[in-house]
């Protein structure tokens, strides 16, 4: 670039940086390619949004996975984790047990398989019970952006997972469920 005015050169140049700080920040994720991570939201939140990018050179994907209260700001307590659900290269059910609700995930790659173990951790919605449960379908393809947010007035209670080898990259679907007072007719009740 020539820069033959001053004033324009310095324009250039703040256009050029501003632009680089941009694309940093997109390409900024929570976890980092063939690397361990555990995730676990802030006492209290439940898991609401993820995001993910599959990186075809490293057969990986890094993810962004935020949290936010429970709707009427339910407390949750008796925390677990679940330990690792599938073996590499395998499919992934995993619903928490009881009433309990996702407020974590962990994570292991293993390089010559090309794929995660998963682990989730669940909470109990103290008095409160999950109903009204669904499935989403899978909400990503195989090599492709993942980007769901857990509806309003739900919570993340499942994740199931299919790996594919040929694309070395998994697909994701979610159960998600509606929380009710336990002492209440869940009828008619909206979480
Ligand atoms: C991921 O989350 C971080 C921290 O909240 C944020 O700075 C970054 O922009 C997010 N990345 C994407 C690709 O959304």
């Known amino acids: ?17 501003l632009l680089v700080q941009v694309s940093r920040a997109a390409d900024t ?17 439940t898991i609401k949004h993820l995001e993910s990018v599959h990186d075809n050179t490293h057969e990986d994907r890094v993810w962004n996975i935020s949290c936010a209260r429970l709707p009427n700001w339910v407390d949750l307590t008796e925390c677990e984790w ?52 669904l499935y989403t379908p899978f909400m990503n393809t ?14 993340l209670r499942g994740v199931e997972s299919i790996n594919d080898e040929s694309h070395r990259d998994r697909i994701f679907k979610f159960e998600i469920c509606k929380l009710a007072p336990a002492d209440s007719n869940t009828h008619g009740i909206v979480g």
């Open 142 to 155: 195989y090599d492709n952006l993942l980007n769901y947010r857990v509806p309003v007035d739900y919570v």
């Open 82 to 133: 679940s330990g690792y659900q599938n073996n590499y290269d395998e499919t992934v059910i995993f619903q928490c047990p009881d009433d309990d609700v996702i407020t974590g995930i962990e994570s292991i790659h293993d390089n010559s398989k090309e794929d995660r173990m998963w682990s989730f951790q669940c909470c109990n919605p103290q008095d409160y019970v999950t109903h009204s449960c």
């Open 1 to 17: 670039m020539l820069c033959l005015h001053h004033l324009r050169c310095i324009t250039h140049i703040t256009i050029l940086a």
């Open 29 to 45: 994720w929570m976890t980092a390619l063939d690397t361990y991570f555990q995730i676990a939201c802030p006492t209290g939140q």
